[in-house]
Structure formats: structure tokens, C-alpha cells
């Protein structure tokens, strides 16, 4: 049973646009969200969360939305620059347990 | 302060052997998780440790195991290694008493070759 699923596999974007990461998850007890950033042989970096209380969290070019009712997320990335280009992971938690719940990653290609 | 270790970072070992991967977490960090990667795979959850105590367990055969030492280092063993042991294994430390907001910070890993 996939609880966190990232329906895209890859997503390429022009550089310089607004690049839209999408997340769905399937348990209504999950009230904190991640999203990490990978690259190839390397361990994944955490970039932003956000707790169920709130439906907007923003960090410089990154901001992620939550909508409860529809149990999605999004991570919104302006603009997107080369560097962007990897592997960005959703993971989700209920603060009662620490388990992180990850879904399969949704490659990004930033193209120049 | 100093990020997660991992060691080694490869290691190369044939069918049967068993392996034992070893975790360093960030000062101050009292959990440790554990995850494999295999190529075009998502992270799959092994297991976490808190304290020394192991406190969420995922779905892995007991071949795979895991310990915690009281300065709060792990270790993870895989015995009778078999080609499909081939992956990425991830250590991530938190402070972990932080509910929702307990972020993990990652190793670089281990890449573990089973010839």
C-alpha cells in the first residue's frame, strides 16, 4: 500500500520558469510533510516542510502547498536554475511516529 | 558541526558474505534510520533507532539488522549477502524527539556491490 505517491517520474522544465512538483498522499493521520532534494550517489538534502496547521510554507525560491481535503502537496520552484536538476523525494509523517513514509521520487531536468 | 558519516563509503563482497555498514550521526543526534536505494527505486525504510533501542522496523527479511551504541553511532549487518543486496544504503540522523518537525539529515552512503 503506497501511502506517499509522486505520479511523475521525470519532469523537465525550461530554465528560468516555474517548475511544479506534485505529491499525494493516501493517510489522513500524516500531519507533517518534507520534500528532499537528490542528487545521483549521494544522500538526499532536506529543502523544505510543512505541518498540517499551515498550507503554504516559502523558503527563498521554494514553496511548498498543502491542500488536506484534496491530501495533496506541491513543491514550486522559482525560477528553476540548472542546479536544480535532481531527484526530489515527498515523505510524509504522523508526529506520533517518526517513520518518514517516502514516495518514489519525481526526477526534474532543468533545460537551458 | 559535522554532517552524518558513513563507512565505507564502497565495499564489494560476493554471495553469501555478510557485511556490516556503520553510521555516525550529527552531534546531539539520538536517532538513526536506515534506508536502501536500488536503482530506480524510491528509499525503502529498513529500520530506526532511538536511544539504542530499535523503534520502527520496515519490511526486510531478518537477514538485515541493526544496532545502536550508547554514543548513539549505528551499525547495520546484512548476512548471506545475495545479488539483489546490491543498493545504496542511507543513514539519516535527527535529534529525534522533535515529533512532525524531527528533520533527518543524510550520509552520503554506502554502495554495496554483491558480485
Known amino acids: 500500500d503506497q501511502q506517499v505517491k509522486q505520479n511523475s517520474p521525470s519532469l523537465s522544465v525550461q530554465e528560468g520558469r516555474i517548475s511544479i512538483l506534485n505529491c499525494d498522499y493516501t493517510?489522513?493521520?500524516?500531519?507533517?510533510f518534507l520534500w528532499y532534494k537528490k542528487y545521483p550517489a549521494e544522500g538526499p538534502t532536506f529543502l523544505i516542510s510543512i505541518s498540517s496547521i499551515k498550507d503554504k510554507n516559502e523558503d527563498g525560491r521554494f514553496t511548498v502547498f498543502l491542500n488536506k481535503s484534496a491530501k495533496h502537496l506541491s513543491l514550486h520552484i522559482v525560477p528553476s536554475q540548472p542546479g536544480d536538476s535532481a531527484v526530489y523525494f515527498c515523505?510524509?509523517?504522523?508526529?506520533?511516529?517518526?517513520?518518514?513514509?517516502w514516495g518514489a521520487g519525481t526526477k526534474l531536468i532543468i533545460k537551458p | 558541526k559535522a554532517g552524518v558519516t558513513q563507512t565505507p563509503r564502497y565495499l564489494i563482497k560476493t554471495r553469501g558474505q555478510q557485511v556490516t555498514l556503520s553510521c555516525s550521526p550529527i552531534?546531539?543526534?539520538?536517532?538513526v534510520s536506515w534506508y536502501q536505494q536500488t536503482p530506480g527505486q524510491g528509499l525503502q525504510f529498513l529500520f530506526e533507532?532511538?536511544?539504542?533501542?530499535?523503534?520502527n522496523k520496515g519490511n526486510f527479511p531478518g537477514r538485515f539488522s541493526g544496532r545502536q551504541f550508547s554514543n548513539s553511532r549505528s551499525e547495520m549487518n546484512v548476512s548471506t549477502l545475495e545479488l539483489g543486496d546490491s543498493a545504496l544504503y542511507l543513514c539519516?540522523?535527527?535529534?529525534?524527539?522533535?515529533?512532525?518537525?524531527?528533520?533527518?539529515?543524510f550520509g552520503p552512503g554506502t554502495r554495496l556491490t554483491v558480485l
Open positions: 552531534s546531539g543526534h539520538r536517532s
Open positions: 539519516a540522523s535527527s535529534p529525534g524527539d522533535r515529533g512532525g518537525a524531527d528533520t533527518q539529515y
Open positions: 515523505a510524509a509523517r504522523r508526529s506520533s511516529n517518526y517513520q518518514l513514509i
Open positions: 493517510n489522513s493521520m500524516f500531519d507533517y
Open positions: 533507532y532511538f536511544s539504542e533501542t530499535q523503534r
